[in-house]
């Protein structure tokens, strides 16, 4: 029988603000153990936790950018289970009125039907111990810096059908929280989590099977892999005869398996009530509309104006848009009149393999609009061939400088007179004869040495579109 997957997403992302959701204390990731946590968050006797209004737009403005519809009457509830993390028993959390409902999210051309984001708060991190190490710690310390931090957790309806679309929707929904400021987006700094609920039904039928929550995936790509491999795993055992349980388990990044960690809980497990510290909230409409005007253009919006506008491609258009820092940089490029395909070949391959390698993010850079429009325009002019305008790229983006200071410290003006160009590939021809008898013989593959080494010859900087005609002239001529 054949089988196909279903797949809904949870994801936890982490509001920027600056301080936790009840209290004060510092969200800012590090810091010594224990250090960013006071008497509310460490769930103190006798504490009461205060909202943090900032905690509230955020979530309306990520609402917003998913197309949910915010909630006029919204509460906070005690979702009640002993953990020790969880210093206080219990985690605040909103469970049959959640801020945000029925949003989506559409990623090529799949709408993902996004079916609440609800606040709540982070609980703390345990980091195991001892000789034994990690999976068979001596003991446990736990840091309650993460306690309190908020969180909006984003769950997707079962809509998902592959482990790749799984990745690409986790792409695009950071993306958007990186777009509206809300969230840093960092796996690595936990960020932006997710769980990944999985089941297969044969292929055909609407009832859904038995879910497995996956947990302990780091990376868009643990992501797709664990996905794909309880996709497999439930497979296997229902070819067998067996049946699939309802349980929680963690993705093995070392083995890429998973591994059952507990049963799953139902919401009856947790005990739900509303918290009677935290009054229920009435979100005025006019409220919801100001923030509303404060948003950016979207990255889908984003991506359809520089296909429809500017003439990219839709690979570029995908690619520039991904970066709101580089999308926004682009734009004040074009605003200076350049051309947008120039300018976007510049970012896109150049630009992204200096980050890749510096390990930087565009932000970090020192380079200006005004920089690339000058650059565009030297290379145009002819004053600069492609080789010397990468080298200037390089230079602007390690140091704030303009182009001009640049192509003068480089030494860097394209060399195009026609005589000089003619007397270098001349002395190339003839310092290479057993390379120019193979061209004549045939072998005309070789022209490309010739360029090369004229290349060579004139220190990166002579005029390629020159260079090639003077080789054609050259090279057409029969030998004597």
Same mark, same amino acid.
């Given at each position: 029988?054949?089988?196909? +997957?279903?797949?809904?997403?949870?994801?936890?992302?982490?509001?920027?603000?600056?301080?936790?959701?009840?209290?004060?204390?510092?969200?800012?990731?590090?810091?010594?153990?224990?250090?960013?946590?006071?008497?509310?968050?460490?769930?103190?006797?006798?504490?009461?936790?205060?909202?943090?209004?900032?905690?509230?737009?955020?979530?309306?403005?990520?609402?917003?950018?998913?197309?949910?519809?915010?909630?006029?009457?919204?509460?906070?509830?005690?979702?009640?289970?002993?953990?020790?993390?969880?210093?206080?028993?219990?985690?605040?959390?909103?469970?049959?009125?959640?801020?945000?409902?029925?949003?989506?999210?559409?990623?090529?051309?799949? !709408?993902?039907?996004?079916?609440?984001?609800?606040?709540?708060?982070?609980?703390?991190?345990?980091?195991?111990?001892?000789?034994?190490?990690?999976?068979?710690?001596?003991?446990?310390?736990?840091?309650?810096?993460?306690?309190?931090?908020?969180?909006?957790?984003?769950?997707?309806? $079962?809509?998902?059908?592959?482990?790749?679309?799984?990745?690409?929707?986790? @792409?695009?929904?950071?993306?958007?929280?990186?777009?509206?400021?809300?969230?840093?987006?960092?796996?690595?700094?936990? !960020?932006?989590?997710?769980?990944?609920?999985?089941?297969?039904?044969?292929?055909?039928?609407?009832?859904?099977?038995?879910?497995?929550?996956?947990?302990?995936?780091?990376?868009?790509? &643990?992501?797709?892999?664990?996905?794909?491999?309880?996709?497999?795993?439930?497979?296997?055992?229902?070819?067998?005869?067996?049946?699939?349980?309802?349980?929680?388990?963690?993705?093995?990044?070392?083995?890429?398996? !998973?591994?059952?960690?507990? @049963?799953?809980?139902?919401?009856?497990?947790?005990?739900?009530? +509303?918290?009677?510290?935290?009054? +229920?909230?009435?979100?005025?409409?006019?409220?919801?509309?100001?923030?509303?005007?404060?948003?950016?253009?979207?990255?889908?919006?984003?991506?359809? *104006?520089?296909?429809?506008?500017?003439?990219?491609?839709?690979?570029?258009?995908?690619?520039?848009?991904? %970066?709101?820092?580089?999308?926004?940089?682009?734009?004040?490029?074009?605003?200076?009149?350049? $051309?947008?395909?120039?300018?976007?070949?510049?970012?896109?391959?150049?630009?992204?393999?200096?980050?890749?390698?510096?390990?930087?993010?565009?932000?970090?850079?020192?380079?200006? +609009?005004?920089?690339? *429009?000058?650059?565009?325009?030297?290379?145009? %002019?002819?004053?600069?061939? @492609?080789?010397?305008?990468?080298?200037?790229?390089?230079?602007?983006?390690?140091?704030?400088?303009?182009?001009?200071?640049?192509?003068?410290?480089?030494?860097?003006?394209?060399?195009?007179?026609?005589?000089?160009?003619?007397?270098?590939?001349?002395?190339?021809?003839?310092?290479?004869?057993?390379?120019?008898?193979?061209? *004549? @013989?045939?072998? !005309?593959?070789?022209?490309?040495?010739?360029?090369?080494?004229?290349?060579?010859?004139?220190?990166?900087?002579?005029?390629?579109?020159?260079?090639?005609?003077?080789?054609?002239?050259?090279? &057409?001529?029969?030998?004597?």
């Amino acid at each position: 029988m054949e089988y196909e +997957p279903t797949i809904g997403l949870e994801v936890h992302a982490q509001l920027k603000t600056a301080s936790k959701i009840f209290c004060g204390c510092p969200t800012e990731f590090g810091g010594p153990p224990n250090d960013h946590v006071c008497q509310v968050c460490l769930g103190m006797p006798g504490v009461l936790p205060v909202l943090n209004k900032r905690v509230v737009e955020f979530a309306i403005r990520a609402g917003i950018a998913l197309n949910c519809h915010i909630s006029e009457h919204t509460k906070f509830d005690r979702k009640n289970y002993l953990y020790p993390d969880l210093p206080k028993g219990y985690q605040i959390s909103q469970y049959d009125k959640p801020i945000c409902i029925d949003g989506h999210l559409t990623v090529a051309g799949k !709408t993902v039907r996004i079916v609440r984001a609800h606040l709540e708060e982070d609980a703390g991190k345990l980091v195991h111990s001892g000789a034994a190490g990690l999976h068979g710690s001596d003991y446990s310390l736990v840091d309650y810096n993460r306690s309190g931090v908020p969180l909006l957790e984003i769950v997707s309806a $079962p809509d998902i059908e592959s482990p790749e679309q799984a990745s690409e929707y986790l @792409s695009e929904l950071r993306t958007i929280l990186r777009y509206v400021d809300v969230c840093h987006g960092d796996l690595e700094k936990g !960020t932006f989590r997710c769980d990944a609920n999985v089941s297969i039904k044969p292929k055909g039928e609407s009832k859904l099977g038995t879910r497995a929550e996956l947990k302990n995936m780091n990376s868009f790509r &643990a992501v797709q892999r664990a996905i794909q491999f309880e996709i497999e795993r439930q497979t296997d055992l229902v070819n067998s005869g067996q049946r699939v349980v309802q349980e929680t388990r963690l993705w093995n990044e070392a083995t890429q398996t !998973t591994h059952s960690m507990r @049963s799953k809980e139902d919401a009856h497990d947790y005990r739900y009530f +509303p918290d009677p510290d935290l009054m +229920p909230i009435v979100i005025d409409r006019a409220w919801v509309e100001e923030v509303r005007l404060t948003l950016p253009e979207l990255p889908e919006a984003r991506r359809q *104006r520089y296909v429809n506008e500017h003439g990219l491609s839709s690979d570029d258009a995908y690619v520039l848009a991904e %970066s709101k820092e580089m999308g926004d940089f682009l734009d004040k490029v074009l605003l200076l009149g350049a $051309p947008a395909k120039a300018a976007a070949n510049l970012l896109i391959g150049p630009t992204m393999a200096y980050l890749k390698e510096s390990q930087k993010d565009f932000a970090g850079t020192d380079i200006t +609009p005004e920089n690339v *429009r000058d650059l565009i325009e030297a290379t145009n %002019s002819g004053k600069l061939n @492609s080789t010397s305008a990468k080298i200037v790229l390089s230079e602007l983006l390690q140091a704030p400088s303009t182009v001009a200071k640049v192509i003068e410290a480089k030494g860097l003006v394209q060399i195009s007179d026609l005589k000089e160009l003619e007397q270098v590939i001349a002395g190339v021809l003839d310092a290479n004869p057993s390379q120019l008898a193979e061209f *004549r @013989s045939g072998k !005309t593959k070789i022209r490309q040495f010739f360029f090369g080494e004229s290349m060579k010859a004139l220190k990166g900087k002579g005029n390629p579109q020159v260079i090639n005609q003077i080789l054609d002239e050259k090279l &057409a001529i029969e030998p004597g």
